[in-house]
């Protein structure tokens, strides 16, 4: 059915396009229906965060960058994916797996963790001084997922909700423990303190090797299917902006300076589109 009013067709149109950006939807794959019965209840800070897609894209872009700083998922990566030909088929997968955990039926939930853990023990190998790796390391997976969570976390925070409450910040980790849970990573942090005190415990494991810059040059320059040049240019320029300063020179990548004032004006008008378009 056509919607009546124009408005209305214009939140169709964009719906539309968004869903086409997190789903295969080629290939018929549905967006995830929200569930009664999720691991976690509408309404607390992890369904906040997670549903606003315009922070999530900037703090997915920033976790990337951050995990590819160390070796051993560094190299699962360039040993077991084909993340250089199919980038988006990638974030996509993430950005799936992300939903289904925080919005599906907490079976679907449980499955999509127990696939992910039968994968992981198939990504195994060697570094390039000999050390072996297997995506099955709780260290490792810890890595990933405090990477992942903080960069989330400080995204929302940056461009939804800068007046967060310290106890929603903490239950959102505290949450999102229960997910890295069902994935075995160790050590989790449970607070903002925590995830903090774990970023800087991790910094001497990460190295700048020219593999990982390969790949950020990649994430950033690389845009999905349909989505405009300017915002692919407007989401690493924030996702850039809000990596720590150590990152950045590890990476070689330039502090944005005056551009992120037009990166950060696009945002704050994407999102608002966005959360129009969700009605969030």
Not at 48 to 77: E, F, K, T, Y
Not at 248 to 272: C, N, Y
């Amino acid at each position: 059915m056509t919607p009546s009013r124009p408005s209305e067709f214009v939140r169709q149109q964009v719906i539309g396009r968004v869903r086409a950006v997190f789903n295969d939807v080629e290939n018929g794959q549905q967006p995830v229906p929200p569930s009664d019965d999720a691991l976690f209840a509408k309404d607390t800070p992890i369904r906040m965060v997670h549903a606003d897609a315009v922070s999530m894209m900037i703090g997915g872009i920033r976790s990337l960058l951050l995990q590819m700083l160390h070796p051993h998922p560094l190299q699962g990566v360039l040993d077991h994916s084909n993340f250089r030909e199919d980038m988006h088929g990638r974030l996509r997968r993430t950005a799936r797996f992300i939903a289904i955990t925080t919005f599906g039926h907490r079976d679907e939930a449980a499955k999509i963790c127990d696939r992910v853990n039968h994968i992981h023990t198939q990504v195994n190998g060697t570094l390039p001084d000999g050390t072996p790796y297997s995506a099955t390391d709780p260290r490792t997976l810890a890595w990933v997922h405090v990477a992942e969570a903080v960069s989330f976390l400080e995204a929302y925070i940056h461009y939804v909700k800068p007046a967060m409450p310290l106890a929603d910040q903490d239950e959102y980790f505290r949450q999102f423990a229960q997910v890295a849970q069902m994935l075995g990573a160790d050590p989790i942090p449970k607070t903002k303190r925590e995830a903090d005190a774990l970023m800087r415990e991790f910094q001497p494991e990460l190295r700048a090797t020219k593999e990982a810059k390969e790949i950020a040059r990649l994430v950033l320059t690389q845009r999905p299917k349909g989505a405009p040049i300017a915002v692919q240019k407007m989401l690493g320029t924030a996702a850039v902006d809000l990596l720590p300063r150590y990152a950045r020179t590890m990476l070689e990548l330039e502090d944005p300076g005056l551009a992120i004032i037009p990166a950060k004006a696009a945002a704050g008008v994407v999102g608002k589109t966005l959360r129009w378009a969700f009605k969030q």
